[in-house]
Structure formats: C-alpha cells, structure tokens
T-cell receptor, first 110, second 113 residues
C-alpha cells in the first residue's frame, strides 16, 4: 500500500531564505507526482507536476525534483516571501488513485 | 469557465440524516474524485470516476455513495451521517492523462452532531 510522508510537518523561516520541503513515498510505481499549495480554508492549487519519466520541473521561484528509485521528491522555494505562507502537499498518482501526504505548514516571517 | 464548483460551502447535520454534496466541472474532464480532509491526516480518496457511468472506491468509501450520470456532475451522498464523517470534503477533476493536474473545488465543511 502506497504511503506518502512529508517532513517537516511545520516550518517557520525569515523572509528571503531558500528552503526545501521533502516528500517520500513507499511504492516507486507511480505515474506522476504533484505539489499543491493550500491556503487556510481554501481548496488546493497545483504548483508543479512531475511525470514519472522526468527528474525535475521549474516554475518561477519553485523547483521540484523527483527520484523514483529512492522514493523521494523535494520542493525548493527560492527567496521565500510572506506570501508563500501556506500548507504544501505532495501527491503521487497510481492507477487512477492519488495518495496525498499530510503536508508541510510553512510560515515565512517578514 | 467556473472550473470545479461545490455546494454547499457549509452544512450541519444530525446523526442519521442523509444529504448530497454537489460537485460540477465545466472543463469536460473525464476523471472526477471526492476526498475528505481531516486534521493531521491529509486528503483521503473516498470515490472516483473515470467517466460517465463508471465509479470506483478509494481508500475510505464506507458510508458514502456516488454516481456519475453526466460528465459534468459527480454528487457524493451520505447515507446516514455519523459524527466520524465530520470533515472538509473536496471534489477534484482532471483528464485521465498522466501529465494532467487535478483541479480542486473550494470544499464543503460538514459537521455531524
């Protein structure tokens, strides 16, 4: 059974820091991995999607990597801003089923 | 283009009552799904559908029913509400391709007393 873990559960950093969020999964037979952002009381917004054949994806200050063989993905946020404060979730896609991690709650202090 | 819409936004039920959470999408997506989000447990898949007339169970299907009579709509029915079903419910849709992301609705916050 696929299990997805995100460490740390919460993170507080000063503005301007570069930071890394981690996601690990137990079954490497995935079709893709996605990173989402969730603001309090809101739905999820997709940030990046990495297909199983890809190693990384970039969007602006965000870079996500995928190492299927070791069951790991990282989300790198460059030059963090207070507006980046949110919960970040990763999800892996199996056959028609997405399994989510429990998320990392990020607070960027001004 | 409204994306994924969910109604109601909030609902309070008494134990044993039934209700239907509505979900609709206007992107012609084949795949639709329902999740529940509980503190410390992330999102868990309840049911999903890969097209009209086709549904299947996710991780936590007990106590819930779904149907998919059209591409656009995917309602979630609570048959006999229990306090353990107090949660935030999200509906999502996507194409069935492996390169396409899921789009989420704003959620329904359900409390069962």
């Amino acid at each position: 059974k696929q299990e997805v873990t995100q460490i740390p559960a919460a993170l507080s950093v000063p503005e301007g820091e570069n930071l890394v969020l981690n996601c690990s999964f137990t079954d490497s037979a995935i079709y893709n991995l996605q990173w989402f952002r969730q603001d309090p009381g809101k739905g999820l917004t997709s940030l990046l999607l990495i297909q199983s054949s890809q190693r990384e994806q970039t969007s602006g200050r965000l870079n996500a990597s995928l190492d299927k063989s070791s069951g790991r993905s990282t989300l790198y946020i460059a030059a963090s801003q207070p507006g980046d404060s949110a919960t970040y979730l990763c999800a892996v896609k199996g056959t028609y089923k997405y399994i989510f991690g429990t998320g990392t709650r990020l607070k960027v202090l001004a | 283009n409204a994306g994924v819409t969910q109604t109601p936004k909030f609902q309070v039920l008494k134990t044993g009552q039934s209700m239907t959470l509505q979900c609709a999408q206007d992107m012609n997506h084949e795949y639709m799904s329902w999740y529940r989000q509980d503190p410390g447990m992330g999102l868990r898949l309840i049911h999903y559908s890969v097209g009209a007339g086709i549904t299947d169970q996710g991780e936590v299907p007990n106590g819930y029913n779904v149907s998919r009579s059209t591409t656009e709509d995917f309602p979630l029915r609570l048959l006999s509400a229990a306090p353990s079903q107090t949660s935030v419910y999200f509906c999502a849709s996507s194409t069935t391709g492996d390169e396409d992301t899921q789009y989420f609705g704003p959620g329904t916050r359900l409390t069962v007393l």
